[in-house]
């Protein structure tokens, strides 16, 4: 069948009869614009899972951001530069101190325990306790430790040739009084006559030769009453390198000096004396410089022992590694003290001497008789030794310089 009209001659479709239920159409759907309201195809895309899971309806939940870096710390994670702890006056000054502290324990317990040891002073028979401290002041003339060409440097001369034996040019006693006068620095000549406890009388320095120190400390203690409590002795060797390890002591020589017997030569004048030199000039009695000869001699030992202390107690020494660490390495070795002495009693013997050079020291020699100085003054004597004990002034008559 054909219709008329626009359809050209075009043969229609036949058309279904309708059926018992109606037919419906479903509605022709917009595709949303970009950007406004949800896509048809919002269903498909999202994710399988069980219906239970689904979220209420709202603002989507909002995702933790990255973690926060630690307080004090930047955001891009790179660590902070450290602050520079800065050390304030007082915590340097407290290092400095711990520091010092620590090198002077060290350097106490390295002379505690390396200083040569004698019993001195280890017999029974003492005289009574008075008031002050004395010490026992040796110059042996040990050549321990020396090699031959060493004993030719410092003229030691031959030991065999000089009776053999040990002896001492120098003998004295330093008296630490307990009260607010002066100490006292007294030489007792070398050939002064006394009574040896068990060798009847003879040269003072023969006790040593004869016994050692603990016989030459009961003969002092015998003839002058007084009560030894300290010792210490040093010998050629030791007292040399003492010397050359601060680096020579200054001292001035008003006279030319030539020791006739060793052919020691110093010149007058202002000057360093180094090692040789100075044992020269402790030990000179046979010059004309040294008319009195041991008189001249021990007042020469304890002028220099006086520039000696003053050189080894100043800062030049104290603060100076180049001469305090030779300084170190050479006094145990070359010091020697009794069993029952410790290096603080050393160290209060040298503050006690270090007025020597300054007149705040008493220097002088046992009262004698005549040049020689083999007979002691029993008056005068008496009166230095009372005033030792009493720690009283020594009377002027009692002084001999």
């Avoid at 325990?113 to 002050?132: K, M, Q, T």
């Avoid at 060798?199 to 030769?209: M, V, Y």
Wanted: glycine letters at 12%; proline letters at 10%.
């Amino acid at each position: 069948m054909t219709y008329g009209g626009d359809d050209r001659g075009r043969r229609m479709p036949p058309q279904r009869p309708p059926s018992g239920r109606p037919r419906q159409h479903q509605p022709a759907q917009m595709m949303p614009l970009p950007g406004r309201g949800t896509s048809p195809y919002d269903e498909r895309t999202r994710p399988m899972g069980p219906r239970g899971d689904e979220r209420p309806a709202g603002p989507p939940p909002r995702r933790p951001g990255p973690p926060q870096p630690p307080h004090g710390r930047p955001a891009d994670g790179a660590r902070p530069p450290r602050r520079r702890k800065r050390w304030g006056f007082g915590k340097v000054l407290l290092t400095l101190l711990t520091v010092f502290v620590v090198f002077l324990a060290g350097v106490w317990v390295y002379l505690e325990f390396s200083i040569n040891r004698v019993d001195a002073l280890g017999y029974s028979d003492h005289p009574a306790a008075a008031e002050g401290t004395n010490w026992l002041i040796v110059g042996s003339d040990s050549r321990d430790g020396l090699t031959p060409a060493e004993q030719e440097k410092l003229v030691t001369g031959d030991s065999k040739a000089a009776g053999g034996g040990r002896r001492t040019d120098t003998i004295m006693i330093a008296h630490v009084p307990d009260n607010s006068t002066k100490p006292t620095l007294l030489s007792l000549p070398r050939d002064s006559q006394v009574k040896i406890p068990g060798h009847g009388t003879n040269k003072i320095n023969a006790a040593f030769s004869i016994g050692g120190p603990a016989l030459l400390a009961q003969t002092v203690e015998g003839a002058t009453g007084l009560r030894i409590d300290h010792y210490a002795e040093i010998g050629f060797g030791g007292f040399a390198k003492i010397v050359d390890a601060i680096g020579g002591v200054h001292m001035c020589v008003e006279k030319p000096m030539e020791d006739t017997l060793t052919g020691i030569k110093i010149e007058p004048g202002c000057q360093d004396l180094q090692g040789p030199q100075a044992l020269g000039f402790v030990r000179m009695r046979h010059s004309a410089a040294t008319p009195r000869s041991d008189l001249d001699r021990v007042a020469n030992q304890r002028k220099f022992i006086g520039a000696l202390v003053s050189e080894i107690g100043s800062p030049g020494t104290l603060l100076n590694p180049f001469s305090l660490f030779p300084l170190l390495s050479t006094a145990p070795d070359a010091l020697t003290m009794d069993s029952g002495d410790h290096v603080h009693n050393l160290v209060g013997l040298a503050l006690a001497m270090r007025g020597i050079s300054s007149g705040g020291v008493v220097t002088t020699t046992v009262p004698v008789t005549n040049g020689s100085a083999e007979n002691w003054d029993k008056t005068k004597s008496k009166l230095l030794f009372d005033a030792l004990k009493n720690d009283t002034e020594i009377p002027d008559s009692a002084i001999l310089t």
